[in-house]
């Protein structure tokens, strides 16, 4: 094994410095299970779907920095069967009724589901009652499909500079909140164009008055499966992310 | 609800919630042991009208469809239909309202196809009191394997279109407010076209099918739960038949017009609704006659009778002869229906055809904008009658308020009746026989109500019947579970 190479389930992944475990095995064209990286921001760790087992300790992958002499398992029952219960959770927290969303086809979360073999709910549903944010005119938000990966916190701090989300509350009480003062979309300065109404992996954040323009049959995940795309869009580029002013001293 | 004398209170909760496609019905008798009044109650709790509450308009015509998996087309394109209106477009493109209508002409063909040959024939070959065991789609296919594999086939045909059109045989997104997300390539017309001879030919010896059962027993199939009824459905403006638009055509029982090409935009100008206590399905009733006797009956049969003419020949051919059958007896039979529907059926066929040889499904030009409106309706003929979406919807996009009355609601005082004419014809006393039953249940099936199409399977209806005396005490009742085993209720 060459001096920058770890190994993933048995075969050698090169790695330049400073990358994840994630991203490299991505960019070596080697699959790893994950939701709420997102390659155009910095790597995060809070959905844990990407977690692998760094010799016989679980991390997840997105965070864990590429080191040489690495042993890691990835690909196995053990944490398959892991992310499978992770996704689970996910959809037993929300209303996730894919049948009437028009993310269905392009949802990270639903083709996640379909790779992982996802095929029982697992748990018992949670059945939020969370009223949509429709206040807004060209945006809305369904506050029931939300999975708390923070991809709209952070795209409108860091690349919008404008701050419109975050999370409030702990455990599972914790809640995607809009930061203004009636707590409304509306009463944002949010515009369709910004990166953060276009992140959402999953139905929560939407433009308005679209729905299922795309037939069954051509919409993203119709085509190929996410696993296979994750791949075909590696490798990604490593722009260090800006925080914004609104934000800077915050924490 | 009964008091103990433990002070304890049993509280009973009939009709069961959420019993699904269990029927049950009560008989009730006047001193003289006469059937005063049938009640079929329906026990299924859907809640669709509470639960778009609060979601944005253009879900609702994905959502609404999964009210069932036999006709979710019809749903689909009602509320797309309403919501057409809510973004302010009256006239779809030529490609989107032939899409539209193909899709449409799908669903009826397979619906109609599902229930004649896989829910009814077993009971019209075999008869009514056959064995349960034989009388199913499995006995047909043994029996009579050509016509079970007909009805198979014409129903995959339908589920084509609908697929070809939709995305998806079964709860499909075709249909968009303002027009549909896709047109129809060659190779999907092609596909289609190679087929539809055969179809229309096989729908014709359906039809033909249907006349035989009548010429076989006229006195049983003129006779068999026959009522008169007031009349309501769709109609084009120049009065042919028009499954999926027009104005509003209502006759009463004497064949009085009381109204005629009305638009549906104010149904409720002419339809209101009544409830009971005993069932969760409301009443509609014609406002101009009153609640007492203002219902009506919908569907294939009043379609078929109520046009001027069928837009397509052999469908138009067989209407008349249906027509002109045995003085116009079999025009006005509960059992006629299985007729009609198979004229209807046939319409379809023909209709899919002509639009396959039209170009405009091979157009680009797919969906309309206007400006937005805060109230939509939308009104087509299902396969079992007229449906009705309305919907309200906020300055924000999102329905504050709905309201669908589906074929089988328009329905539900006509079904009352029809079982009234068969317990009076059938009904010996004041006992429940397993006859009585059938008989019951035949009658119930010739409307195609959803919970028959629900919960059907293999011919074997779960039913469960109460006969009431003048002084309220249940003096009888009958049960049959989902195997077909009957037995009898403790009572008295």
């Known amino acids: 094994m060459s001096e920058n190479t770890f190994n993933l389930d048995g075969s050698p992944v090169p790695f330049e410095p400073g990358q994840t475990v994630l991203q490299a095995a991505l960019a070596a064209d080697r699959y790893i299970p994950h939701l709420c990286y997102h390659p155009e921001f910095k790597p995060h760790g809070s959905c844990k779907v990407c977690t692998v087992k760094v010799g016989g300790r679980t991390a997840a992958s997105c965070t864990f920095p590429a080191q040489a002499g690495l042993i890691i398992e990835s690909n196995t029952e053990e944490m ?16 996730h009724f894919c049948p009437s969303c028009e993310k269905s086809g392009n949802c990270l979360l639903q083709a996640l589901g379909y790779d992982l073999g996802v095929t ?132 | 609800m009964t008091e103990l004398a433990t002070n304890l209170r049993r509280v009973a909760i009939d009709p069961l919630s959420r019993v699904e496609g269990h029927g049950k019905v009560t008989l009730l008798l006047d001193e003289n042991n006469h059937v005063t009044q049938a009640r079929l109650h329906i026990v299924e709790f859907r809640g669709f009208e509470k639960f778009v509450q609060g979601r944005p308009y253009w879900e609702i015509p994905v959502m609404v469809q999964r009210l069932c998996g036999i006709c979710p087309v019809s749903h689909h394109l009602a509320a797309c239909k309403a919501m057409d209106q809510v973004v302010g477009v009256d006239h779809l493109t030529p490609t989107a309202e032939k899409l539209r209508r193909l899709m449409h002409y799908g669903q009826i063909l397979q619906s109609h196809a599902l229930h004649f040959f896989h829910l009814s024939s077993p009971d019209l070959l075999f008869g009514f009191g056959s064995d349960v065991a034989k009388r199913n789609i499995v006995g047909i296919a043994t029996e009579y394997p050509e016509i079970a594999r007909q009805g198979v ?54 039809v033909a099918m249907a006349r035989r059962l009548f ?29 999926y638009h027009g104005g509003l055509r209502a006759r009463d029982r004497d064949g009085k017009t009381l109204f005629d090409h009305e638009n549906y935009d104010h149904y409720w100008d ?61 025009a006005g039979a509960t059992l006629g229906t299985h007729w009609a529907r198979m004229i ?57 308020r709905a309201n669908l009355i589906v074929s089988t609601t328009h329905n539900n005082q006509a079904m009352n009746e029809a079982i009234r004419a068969v317990a009076r014809q059938y009904l010996d006393g004041r006992e429940l026989t397993e006859g009585l039953l059938n008989h019951i249940e035949v009658a119930i099936r010739a409307f195609d109500p959803c919970l028959s199409c629900a919960t059907h399977a293999l011919g074997k209806m779960p039913l469960t019947l109460n006969l009431i ?12 579970d989902g195997s077909g085993e009957c037995s009898a209720g403790e009572c008295c």
């Open chain 2, 215 to 243: 010429e076989q027993d006229p006195e049983l199939y003129n006779d068999f739960g026959r009522f008169e009824a007031n009349t309501l459905n769709l109609i084009r403006a120049d009065g042919a038949m028009d499954l």
């Open chain 1, 80 to 95: 398959n069967a892991l992310r499978r219960t992770l996704v689970q959770m996910l959809f037993a927290e929300g209303n």
């Open chain 2, 344 to 400: 209807e059926m046939l319409h379809s066929a023909e209709a899919i055809k002509e639009l396959l040889h039209d170009s405009d499904l091979l157009g680009d030009d797919l969906v309309m904008h206007g400006e937005h409106r805060e109230r939509g309706v939308g009104v087509l003929e299902a396969p079992r009658g007229t449906l009705i979406h309305h919907y309200r919807v906020d300055e924000n996009d999102l329905v504050v």
């Open chain 1, 120 to 251: 029982t709910a697992g748990f018992r549903h949670m059945f939020p009652d969370r009223p949509v944010d429709a206040s807004h005119p060209d945006l809305w938000i369904d506050f029931n499909r939300c999975i708390l990966c923070e991809l709209c916190v952070r795209a409108s701090c860091e690349v919008d500079g404008k701050c419109v989300f975050a999370l409030s509350g702990r455990g599972i009480t914790k809640n995607l909140v809009v930061n203004s003062p009636s707590g409304l979309l509306g009463d944002t300065d949010i515009s369709p164009d910004d990166k953060a109404a276009h992140v959402c992996p999953v139905g929560a954040i939407l433009p308005k008055r679209v729905g299922f323009a795309v037939p069954i049959g051509e919409r993203r995940f119709d085509l190929s499966p996410i696993s296979a795309q994750a791949l075909a869009d590696a490798p990604r580029s490593q722009t260090p992310a800006q925080p914004c002013s609104s934000c800077e001293g915050s924490e």
């Open chain 2, 469 to 480: 005396d003048a002084e309220g005490r249940e003096i009888d009742r009958l049960a049959r």
């Open chain 2, 270 to 330: 002419h339809i209101y609704e009544d409830v009971k206590s005993w069932s969760y399905m409301k009443f509609p009733f014609l406002r101009q006659i009153g609640p007492e006797d203002g219902w009506y009956r919908v569907g294939p049969l009043t379609r078929v009778t109520q046009c001027d003419f069928i837009p397509t020949p052999l469908a138009d051919v067989e209407r008349r002869a249906f027509m002109a059958y045995d003085s116009g007896r079999a």
């Open chain 2, 153 to 206: 086939l014409l129903r995959k045909y339908g589920q084509e279109v609908i697929r070809h059109t939709a995305g998806k045989r079964i709860h499909g997104t075709g249909a968009v407010p303002g027009g549909v997300n896709k047109n129809l390539n060659q190779a999907e017309r092609d596909a289609l076209l190679a087929d539809i001879y055969q179809i229309i030919a096989w729908c014709r010896d359906a």
